[in-house]
């Protein structure tokens, strides 16, 4: 009994250290790269992200130097419905999202994989401290994430769904969305579709 006691004990006591993920900002714009892995695509976007009312704006942008615009995307996750406008032959279509809404950070309930230092350790402001969190959501898809430590900027992440995989990079994140309204209202043409 005395050994169980113990051992209860010491159970608890390593729960009691598993660090908690950190808290990512739930509304941010930036910059997102990524990568389809398996497919032939790469996009890099202006991204605006709100996860306080689960819905993402992605305004890709091509011909680097140039910021043309090809594609701008409204992710709605309430609705399950991602709305892709050409800007170009302004042509609308609505489907589904590619995956359930997730916070861009460490989930509840993921593990802290690691720390580390990117760029010259030793070196002061050529470096930065990243924390990498890992979680297998319910339905499988695993999440691996990177951020920045202590203030848990988005730096990179990876996710896989049976032969989904993404692969995202993050850059010139600014905590906070500067109008919500110009970046969620559809255009015209994906209205009542
Ligand atoms: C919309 O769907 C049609 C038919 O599947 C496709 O030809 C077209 O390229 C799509 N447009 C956009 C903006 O994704
Ligand atoms: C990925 O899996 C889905 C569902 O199982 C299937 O419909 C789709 O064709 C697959 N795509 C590829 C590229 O294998
Ligand atoms: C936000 O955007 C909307 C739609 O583009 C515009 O009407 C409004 O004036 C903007 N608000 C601010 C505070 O800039």
């Given at each position: 009994?005395?050994?169980?006691?113990?051992l209860?004990?010491?159970?608890?006591?390593?729960?009691?250290?598993?660090?908690?993920?950190?808290?990512?900002?739930k509304?941010?714009?930036?910059?997102?790269l990524?990568?389809?892995?398996?497919r032939?695509?790469?996009?890099?976007?202006?991204?605006?992200?709100?996860?306080?009312?689960?819905?993402?704006?992605?305004?890709?942008?091509?011909?680097?130097?140039?910021?043309?615009?090809?594609?701008?995307?409204?992710?709605?996750?309430?609705?399950m419905?991602?709305?892709?406008?050409?800007?170009?032959?302004k042509?609308?279509?609505?489907?589904?999202?590619?995956?359930?809404?997730?916070e861009?950070?460490?989930?509840t309930?993921?593990?802290?994989?690691?720390?580390?230092?990117?760029?010259?350790?030793?070196?002061?402001?050529?470096?930065?401290?990243?924390?990498n969190?890992?979680?297998?959501f319910?339905?499988?898809?695993?999440?691996?994430?990177?951020?920045?430590s202590?203030d848990?900027?988005?730096?990179?992440?990876?996710?896989?769904?049976?032969?989904l995989?993404?692969?995202?990079?993050f850059?010139?994140?600014?905590p906070?969305?500067?109008?919500?309204?110009?970046?969620?209202?559809?255009?015209?043409?994906?209205?009542?579709?």
């Open positions: 009994m005395l050994k169980l006691v113990l209860l004990g010491v159970v608890a006591g390593c729960w009691a250290q598993e660090p908690k993920p950190c808290e990512s900002p509304q941010w714009e930036g910059v997102r990524k990568r389809f892995e398996n032939d695509v790469f996009e890099r976007a202006r991204y605006t992200y709100d996860a306080v009312n689960t819905r993402i704006r992605e305004t890709e942008l091509i011909e680097a130097g140039t910021e043309k615009t090809l594609y701008d995307v409204w992710h709605f996750y309430k609705e419905k991602t709305y892709r406008l050409n800007t170009q032959t042509t609308c279509n609505v489907s589904t999202p590619g995956h359930p809404f997730f861009i950070g460490a989930p309930g993921s593990k802290l994989m690691f720390e580390s230092e990117i760029g010259a350790a030793q070196i002061p402001d050529e470096h930065l401290t990243i924390q969190w890992y979680i297998k319910s339905n499988g898809a695993e999440y691996d994430v990177t951020v920045s202590p848990c900027i988005p730096v990179g992440a990876y996710y896989r769904n049976g032969n995989t993404e692969v995202e990079r850059f010139d994140i600014h906070g969305i500067k109008n919500a309204t110009a970046a969620f209202t559809l255009p015209p043409e994906c209205t009542g579709l």
